[in-house]
Nanobody, 124 residues
Framework: QVQVVESGGGLVQAGGSLRLSCAAS????????MGWFRQTPGKEREFVAG????????YYADSVKGRFTISRDNAKNTGYLQMNSLKPEDTAVYYC?????????????????WGQGTQVTVSA
């Protein structure tokens, strides 16, 4: 099993940037696909970005393409989500998740391990 813990959330003005981190412990992080999801009250949890075990393949929700970058440093057992050009609609609790699947997936149910979430608030 693997445990993941997010950090780096906060309050930022529209147009600003934040970088979220996902620190993993337990089994080797490189064994897991990593994804980022976000959720606001009353809304479904939304896929944001995913990255393959090697870090070679990644993909994004259309709403964040060109603004967010997912990455991972397996030597540090850490994943990242760089968020640029933030918009108020990006406001949410952001979750890091790890999946036993062999390939990148955008399906929440495919992720086996979840962090506690970190709040990102973007003011207009």
């Amino acid at each position: 099993q693997v445990q993941v813990v997010e950090s780096g959330g906060g309050l930022v003005q529209a147009g600003g940037s934040l970088r979220l981190s996902c620190a993993a412990s337990g089994r080797t992080f490189s064994n897991y696909v990593m994804g980022w999801f976000r959720q606001t009250p009353g809304k479904e949890r939304e896929f944001v970005a995913g990255i393959s075990r090697s870090g070679i393949v990644s993909y994004y929700a259309d709403s964040v393409k060109g603004r967010f970058t997912i990455s991972r440093d397996n030597a540090k057992n850490t994943g990242y989500l760089q968020m640029n050009s933030l918009k108020p609609e990006d406001t949410a609790v952001y979750y890091c998740a790890a999946s036993n699947r062999a390939y990148v997936t955008k399906i929440s149910a495919d992720y086996n391990y979840w962090g506690q979430g970190t709040q990102v608030t973007v003011s207009a």
